[in-house]
């Protein structure tokens, strides 16, 4: 059973950075995939970033690339999620995921197993 728990959501002007990170425990980091998903109230989780096991492969919804990027540190279970020139649009829940079945990348919320219990950012105009 791997626990999440998620850091380093906050209020920043449009434009700025925040880094969220997700300290894992309770299982062997390296053995999952792990992807960063967010949501706002009405809408369905979406997926905004993946990390291969490895942390060589990583993938990202179109609305983010080039302005986020996911890593992982397996020494010290963490995965990262550098999110620079925020946008108002980035405003949600940002949510922690683990995946033990699968090598690669996932994109699918149904896939993932184990989730944090979120942090908010908020990017104001």
């Known amino acids: 059973q791997v626990q999440l728990v998620e850091s380093g959501g906050g209020l920043v002007q449009a434009g700025g950075s925040l880094r969220l990170s997700c300290a894992a425990s309770?299982?062997?980091?390296?053995?999952?995939?792990m992807g960063w998903f967010r949501q706002t109230p009405g809408k369905e989780r979406e997926f905004v970033a993946g990390?291969?096991?490895?942390?060589?492969?990583?993938a990202y919804v179109d609305s983010v690339k080039g302005r986020f990027t996911i890593s992982r540190d397996n020494a010290k279970d963490a995965v990262h999620l550098q999110m620079n020139s925020l946008k108002p649009e980035d405003t949600a829940v940002y949510y922690c995921?683990?995946?033990?079945?699968?090598?690669?990348?996932?994109?699918?919320?149904?896939?993932?197993?184990?989730w944090g219990q979120g942090t908010q950012v908020t990017v104001s105009l």
């Open positions: 309770g299982g062997t980091f390296k053995d999952y995939s």
């Open positions: 990390i291969s096991r490895s942390g060589n492969y990583m």
């Open positions: 995921a683990a995946d033990r079945n699968l090598a690669g990348v996932v994109r699918y919320v149904h896939e993932y197993d184990y």
